[in-house]
């Protein structure tokens, strides 16, 4: 049989607004996305990609999950 941790999927509650694990890890993948994609249009110096493009993925990106 497996043994499975019970914990609370509630990060933080702040009266009756709950913050959940699942959207603090779904914030952390956004701003990752941000800065490695800045990082990497520096990096590249690529005329295709810019910070507006970049800004237009993440917007599309939210709303598709």
Do not use: E
Not at 16 to 30: E, K, N, R, V
Not at 36 to 57: F, T, W
């Amino acid at each position: 049989m497996l043994v499975h941790p019970q914990f609370n999927p509630v990060a933080l509650q702040l009266g009756p607004l709950a913050i959940h694990w699942y959207g603090l890890m779904y914030l952390a993948g956004f701003m990752a996305f941000l800065w490695l994609g800045r990082k990497r249009i520096a990096a590249l110096n690529d005329r295709r990609i810019d910070a507006k493009l970049l800004d237009d993925l993440l917007f599309y990106g939210v709303l598709g999950v």
